[in-house]
Structure formats: structure tokens, C-alpha cells
């Protein structure tokens, strides 16, 4: 299996601009996650799903974030409109399980680096 | 959800054994602890996960007192390539609970 496939791996936009990340998760995997890093507030879990729906998107920042997974092979992350502050690394995870508990490992994607001028 | 507490950062020479460890006061009965390690410009990879006692793999060691209130993490013979952040979870069983990534603790590994 390639792993937890991100794109794009960098992203260059202007402030105002739609941004839309996405991730294609492993194979087999049921539970997708999202999460977004900075110096400031480390790695931050915005939103995950089970078997394609979204189950806690306490973490999603604001209404300008929206994410979708329209099946069990893909999901897009949106920000709209982008602003700097969304400067950050996004990753994209997928586990067979939760992720507590054994067997339920998260492989993260490669990571996509926003940075919006 | 438990939260964890690790040192901010740690220095250690090639060869040394490194122990790092984290708290986590309110862990419950449900709750495995894990361990991930992320590079610079890459994703976290999974380390070692344990319950109670020790737990061992290929490249650590997982410490886990009775009380279960804090873990370790004992990485040995520590190499430059060791250099990296490590993060504490904990995490119930079962599916649909998700994990929280604190600030991990950077280690530096000089020659």
C-alpha cells in the first residue's frame, strides 16, 4: 500500500482565496482524521470520521473550514475564504480503529504545507 | 479525555539512553498509552503502545508504573537520527475516540 496519499504537498494562495486540501486514506482503513500544526499550538485534531462520516469536528476552527468525505477513498478539506492565520502544515491520518487501543495505529499523510499571503 | 503533560525539550549525546517521560493524571480504565515520533517536514509514525508495566519493540521501551498516572518512553543507545518530537497519548478502546497531541517533547541528540 503507497500509505496515506496528501495533495498537494505545498500551496502558495493569496488571502480571500478557496484552498482545498485533500487525502486519499489507506485502503481498509475505517476512521479518517484531519489535523493541522503550528509552532504555536502544536498538532491539532480538527475533525475525524468513521466509515465516511464526520463524528467530532470540535476542532475545526471556524465556519470558513469545511471537510467532506464522499467515500471511503477520499476527502477534501476546505478553507473558504483562506486567511494567514490559516498558515500551517495539514495532515491527513487514517487507523482502523479510534486510535486508542492496539491495532488502531494512525498513519499520517505526508503533510500539506498552506501558506496564504 | 486524559491530558498529558511532557518536558518541552531534552539534549542527549550519541550512545546515551534517553528516558522521557509523561503524565497523565486523569488516565482511565479503558485508556492505552502511545507513543509517536515526528521528523521535521514529515507526519508522526507510531512508536511503541503499552497498558501497564513494560512493553518492548525493536527500537523502545515503554515503562508504565501500577498506578498508570505516567509512562516512559526509554529509547536506547540514541543515535543523531533519533533527533525528532516525540508525543504522549492516551486513548480509550474501542473506535470513535479520538486522540490528543499535546506540544511533544523535542530531543536533541548530539555527537
Known amino acids: 500500500d503507497a500509505g496515506v496519499i496528501q495533495s498537494p504537498r505545498h500551496e502558495v494562495t493569496e488571502m480571500g482565496q478557496e484552498v482545498t486540501l485533500r487525502c486519499k486514506p489507506i485502503?481498509?482503513?475505517?476512521?479518517l482524521f484531519w489535523y493541522r500544526q503550528t509552532m504555536m499550538r502544536g498538532l491539532e485534531l480538527l475533525i475525524y470520521?468513521?466509515?465516511?462520516?464526520?463524528?467530532?469536528d470540535s476542532g475545526m476552527p471556524e465556519d470558513r473550514f469545511s471537510a467532506k468525505m464522499p467515500n471511503a477513498s477520499f476527502s477534501t478539506l476546505k478553507i473558504q475564504p483562506s486567511e494567514p492565520r490559516d498558515s500551517a502544515v495539514y495532515f491527513c491520518?487514517?487507523?482502523?480503529?479510534?486510535?486508542?487501543?492496539?491495532?488502531?495505529?494512525?498513519?499520517f499523510g505526508p503533510g500539506t504545507r498552506l501558506l496564504v499571503l | 479525555l486524559a491530558k498529558t503533560t511532557q518536558p518541552i525539550s531534552m539534549d542527549s549525546y550519541e550512545g546515551q539512553e534517553v528516558n522521557i517521560t509523561c503524565s497523565h493524571n486523569n488516565i482511565a480504565t479503558n485508556d492505552y498509552i502511545t507513543w509517536y515520533q515526528q521528523f521535521p517536514s514529515q507526519g508522526p509514525r507510531f512508536i511503541i503502545q503499552g497498558y501497564k508495566t513494560k512493553v518492548t519493540n525493536e527500537v523502545a521501551s515503554l515503562f508504565i508504573p501500577a498506578d498508570r498516572k505516567s509512562s516512559t518512553l526509554s529509547l536506547p543507545r540514541v543515535s543523531l537520527s533519533d533527533t525528532a518530537v516525540y508525543y504522549c497519548?492516551?486513548?480509550?478502546?474501542?473506535?470513535?475516540?479520538?486522540?490528543?497531541f499535546g506540544t511533544g517533547t523535542q530531543l536533541k541528540v548530539e555527537l
Open positions: 497519548l492516551v486513548g480509550e478502546v474501542g473506535g470513535g475516540n479520538k486522540l490528543t
Open positions: 470520521f468513521n466509515n465516511n462520516v464526520p463524528i467530532d
Open positions: 485502503s481498509g482503513h475505517d476512521y
Open positions: 491520518a487514517s487507523s482502523l480503529g479510534g486510535g486508542g487501543a492496539p491495532g488502531e495505529t494512525q498513519y
